[in-house]
């Protein structure tokens, strides 16, 4: 009942080229037609008239199903930033094809500087987001994780091209 397409032809050409989720709401309500929608391919069938809450239900469900969640996106499982690939489902840093075995905690730091990497974070910062607490006890404590992290990454530990010390802030991701 579309003005120039078939919603049939829709939902055809739609399948040729996408799994997205398709909900079918029309006036149409027989049993028939109902299976018909469905059978070419609709995730689902709602008939006029309906509630928004009915139709905000559906959509989230279909959502669900497939795996995305409201207001959210599907994260990336890797961060490739020149030579270092972070492979986040198996928590392993990779330099130049080779695996870095890194602490949990050296993991997270590098990984907060890969998904930032224009950003400058202070120890404070950092110390807040690795550790999860909002006081500082000891500034040595980012630092020697640092200098842990860059011994481990650095082709020179003493001129890091991929964390850069940004003197009197804190430390950011090089241009890698």
């Given amino acids: 009942m579309l003005p120039k397409l078939n919603g049939k032809e829709v939902l055809r050409k739609i399948r040729e080229v996408s799994t997205i989720p398709v909900i079918i709401i029309s006036a149409k309500d027989s049993e028939l037609d109902k299976i018909l929608g469905l059978e070419l391919g609709a995730d689902d069938y709602i008939t006029k008239p309906f509630s928004l809450n009915e139709l905000n239900a559906r959509i989230n469900a279909s959502l669900r199903r ?16 020149g030579e270092l690939t ?5 928590y392993q840093l990779i330099k130049n094809g080779t695996p870095i075995d890194l602490t949990a905690k050296e993991f997270e730091i590098i990984k907060l500087l890969l998904e930032n990497p224009k950003r400058v974070f202070t120890k404070t910062q950092l110390f807040s987001s690795i550790w999860q607490d909002d006081f ?41």
């Fill in 66 to 81: 497939i795996g995305y969640f409201k207001n959210s996106l599907p994260k990336e499982s890797k961060i490739q930033r």
């Fill in 86 to 90: 972070l492979d986040l489902d198996n």
């Fill in 136 to 176: 500082m006890k000891d500034e040595n404590t980012v630092m020697v994780h640092i200098r842990r992290v860059r011994e481990k990454i650095e082709d020179n530990p003493s001129e890091p091209k991929y964390i850069k010390t940004i003197w009197g802030i804190g430390y950011k991701l090089g241009d890698v």
